[in-house]
């Protein structure tokens, strides 16, 4: 069993708690995604034939990317890599990127899995960790992903921030 770990590194806004390699330079995306591509061409053969059975694209912010170019990409690995019919596909979006028809063409690509980085109901939390959008916001995306017809949506939250009691976490 093989996983392909993608991390794209690209933000709108740098979030205070990250530790991840992350830039705000978008000019960069096209150039990116090319080599990242010319590296999965030069390793297609690494795995000598064992399949994939998930695909993660992480970040950074993979949501920045059109759902166009995440396609491409995607499609790029099904070529170079014997990928298995039901692997598990993830991204990890940011609230603020998601909108129905985004989804709709990112399950049309493949995606079969969201990891929405929710990070907090309280939009006091939200605004401490420097996080683009607010709990309704948040409320949003989690539904229209639930309504997008990729079945698997999972959310991360954050707990322990200073001076969270246990109360606000509940």
Known sequence: MAGI???IPFCKKICSYCDFYKVIAPEDKSSFLETVLKEASLRQNYL????????YMGGGTPSVL?????SRFLDSLRAYFKVDGDCETTIELNPDDVE???????KSGGVNRISLGIQSWRDEDLKF???RHDSARAEKALKD???SGIDNVTIDLIYGLPGLSSQAWE
């Open 66 to 70: 059109a759902a166009g170019e995440i």
């Open 129 to 131: 960790l420097n996080r």
């Open 48 to 55: 000598e034939g064992e399949s994939i059975s998930t695909i």
């Open 5 to 7: 770990y993608i991390h």
């Open 145 to 147: 992903s639930l309504n």
């Open 100 to 106: 129905p028809a985004f989804l709709n063409e990112l």
